[in-house]
């Protein structure tokens, strides 16, 4: 079964850049396309970066997506941190007959 | 204006049935596919499975086959998850969201939060 792993926690400060790995197991993660969801506390998530590199409209060109094949892993990069980017982040692919999600990871802006 | 409207909170007792329902507006509700997304307190998502309103077409989560049943009525525009005998494990915030041509999830209900004890 393909598995993706992430880190459980990051911090960094307002304005610095922050990237949040999303490492795949058991297949390759160039296989096929990930997503990069946002959730903050009791709200419903929304997409962040589809189909690696993709930001939806309405989304803030500080958010980034790639991958690495070489490391297996994709990536969201964050750049100019603010405050209300405080949230989970759960990046998201797909595997024979299943969508996977990561565990996420709790970005905290300090 | 793209909605997916879910249906209330419910308390519920192990044993007991339950029906949660995800409305859309705005959209050709046959168009796209619903998936639903459990998360437990305090957890991750986790994909259930997936419906396409035009023809029923369903596709279940291994982890929630036989566990759970997805429909939907394209009549009335709504797509439903239902439990025929819930247990405490199954307390949980369970969202809808619609698939975007492009293949993510573009638009999410709110939520429906389960909560299952004697």
């Known amino acids: 079964n393909f598995m993706l792993t992430q880190p459980h926690s990051v911090s960094e400060s307002p304005g610095k850049t922050v990237t949040i790995s999303c490492t795949g197991d058991g297949g390759s993660i160039a296989a096929n396309y990930v997503q990069w969801y946002q959730q903050r506390p009791g709200s419903a998530p929304i997409t962040v970066i589809f189909?690696?590199?993709?930001?939806p409209s309405g989304v803030p060109a500080r958010f980034s997506g790639s991958i690495d094949s070489s490391s297996n892993s994709a990536s969201l990069t964050i750049s100019g941190l603010r405050t209300e980017d405080e949230a989970d982040y759960y990046c998201?692919?797909?595997?024979?007959?299943?969508?996977?999600f990561g565990g996420g990871t709790k970005l905290t802006v300090l | 204006e793209v909605q997916l409207v879910q249906s209330r909170a419910e308390v519920k007792k192990p044993g007991e049935s339950l029906k949660i329902s995800c409305k859309g507006s705005?959209?050709?509700?046959?168009?796209?596919?619903i998936a639903w997304v459990r998360q437990m307190p305090g957890k991750g998502l986790e994909w259930m499975g997936i419906i396409y309103p035009g023809d029923s077409d369903t596709k279940y989560s291994p982890s929630f086959q036989g566990q759970v049943t997805i429909s939907a009525d394209k009549s009335i525009n709504t797509a439903y998850l239902q439990w025929s005998s819930l247990k405490a494990s199954d307390t949980a915030m369970y969202y809808c969201?619609?698939?975007?041509?492009?293949?993510?999830?573009?638009?999410w209900g709110q939520g429906t939060l389960v909560t299952v004890s004697s």
């Open positions: 969201a619609r698939q975007s041509v492009a293949g993510y999830l573009d638009f």
């Open positions: 705005g959209y050709i509700f046959t168009s796209n596919w």
């Open positions: 998201q692919s797909y595997d024979t007959v299943n969508w996977v």
């Open positions: 189909e690696d590199i993709q930001r």
